[in-house]
């Protein structure tokens, strides 16, 4: 019997050397003037931006969910890494933050480096949406830990703001108008749910539903929406008094996350809600509360502004890509009230 080695266990480090030069460019595409050192090294070092003056880092970490099964199911690993980076970012922004560097961690049984590759690059691709750095990340073999083809991601967000530009909540009042900012789809949220009913009705990926206008497989891997740089043109026109992202929980848990106790919101139904909200609630079927609180249903993210400042904060969302709507307005909660009332169906 031969002398084992590291690849006779599982472990190919000529994949990892392979898989670290193919990335290389894809990596230094999102490098930001202080990006002092990036990947290769033991760690990586980055500089506060200029023009700070009592700088307060944010930091957040997240990942893509179940999500990962319907790439591993489509062979379409490109767009996750977006998802993996939005996930991230978008948590940071609610405080206000600039997204300033991120960092990844890929985990497989084995590494397939043209996979792998495909990650990284749509990691790359969701760090320019957010104008940070990719600036290293981890690759780790599990053998025997993952099934064939599956691996896992964790992503790390860090980012930078003024210590007296945090957003809080604190200056939210009742009047205040509730904007809401569209959701590109599912985003990174419900999917056991979503896996669950496509199981069980026996769905296609391949298959195209009435309404979607594409594969039910295209549809569920749409990457989530990066917000980074709409909220930082919203920033610089209109006072925004909080933002939320709308994750796991929807709008019922995530809003009141981010407004003072003994305030709520009252929500309007009646903005365009993606079709293929439509075809869970119906395929499930899920009611209309399971829906509410599991998924974004078409907003990704809110902003409470001045009501005297929605048209022009609408206006900037056009310009900047993102369609926004007036969705509610803040109220005095009653007690034992829920602090998110939506009226009307979705």
């Given at each position: 019997m031969g002398e084992l080695t590291y690849r006779d266990a599982g472990v190919d480090i000529e994949a990892g050397e392979d898989l670290v030069s193919r990335i290389g460019p894809a990596v230094a595409s999102t490098h930001r003037p202080e990006v002092l050192s990036g990947v290769g090294?033991?760690?990586?070092?980055?500089?506060?931006?200029?023009?700070?003056?009592?700088?307060?880092?944010?930091?957040?970490?997240?990942?893509?969910?179940?999500?990962?099964?319907?790439?591993?199911?489509?062979?379409?690993?490109?767009?996750?890494?977006i998802d993996l980076v939005a996930m991230c970012v978008n948590d940071i922004v609610?405080?206000?933050?600039?997204?300033?560097?991120?960092?990844?961690?890929y985990a497989c049984g084995r590494l397939d480096p043209d996979s792998?590759?495909?990650?990284?690059?749509?990691?790359?691709?969701?760090?320019?949406?957010?104008?940070?750095?990719?600036v290293g990340g981890e690759t780790a073999e599990l053998p025997g830990f993952y099934g064939g083809g599956e691996y896992d991601l964790a992503g790390f967000a860090v980012g930078v703001v003024e210590?007296?530009?945090?957003?809080?909540?604190?200056?939210?009042?009742?009047?205040?108008?509730?904007?809401?900012?569209?959701?590109?789809?599912?985003?990174?949220?419900?999917?056991?749910?979503?896996?669950?009913i496509v199981e069980e009705r026996?769905?296609?990926?391949?298959?195209?539903?009435?309404?979607?206008?594409?594969?039910?497989g295209e549809?569920?891997?749409?990457?989530?929406?990066?917000?980074?740089?709409?909220?930082?043109?919203?920033?610089?026109?209109?006072?925004?008094?909080?933002?939320?992202?709308?994750?796991?929980?929807?709008?019922?848990?995530?809003i009141p996350r981010t407004i003072p106790e003994g305030l709520g919101v009252e929500?309007?139904?009646?903005?365009?809600?993606?079709?293929?909200?439509?075809?869970?609630?119906?395929?499930?079927?899920?009611?209309?509360?399971?829906?509410?609180?599991?998924?974004?249903?078409?907003?990704?993210?809110?902003?409470?502004v001045p009501e005297g400042q929605v048209a022009a904060a609408l206006d900037v969302l056009v310009a900047d890509g993102v369609d926004g709507y007036r969705v509610g307005s803040v109220v005095e909660l009653r007690p034992g009230a829920d602090p998110v009332v939506v009226a009307g169906d979705i």
């Open positions: 090294g033991f760690a990586s070092l980055v500089s506060i931006p200029e023009g700070y003056r009592d700088p307060v880092l944010v930091s957040g970490t997240d990942g893509v969910g179940t999500k990962l099964k319907i790439a591993f199911a489509t062979g379409r690993h490109g767009t996750v890494g609610v405080v206000g933050a600039e997204p300033l560097f991120f960092l990844d961690y792998a590759a495909s990650v990284v690059e749509g990691i790359a691709e969701g760090c320019r949406r957010a104008g940070c750095a990719l210590r007296d530009g945090v957003m809080t909540g604190e200056s939210v009042r009742p009047g205040d108008a509730v904007i809401g900012l569209a959701s590109s789809g599912l985003h990174s949220n419900g999917f056991s749910l979503v896996r669950k026996g769905a296609r990926l391949d298959e195209r539903p009435d309404g979607l206008g594409r594969t039910l549809e569920l891997l749409e990457p989530t929406r990066i917000y980074a740089r709409p909220i930082r043109a919203l920033a610089a026109k209109v006072e925004i008094r909080a933002l939320a992202h709308i994750t796991g929980g929807g709008l019922k848990e995530n929500l309007s139904a009646g903005w365009p809600v993606p079709p293929i909200f439509r075809w869970i609630s119906k395929s499930g079927p899920v009611g209309p509360a399971e829906m509410l609180r599991t998924f974004n249903m078409g907003i990704g993210m809110t902003a409470v």
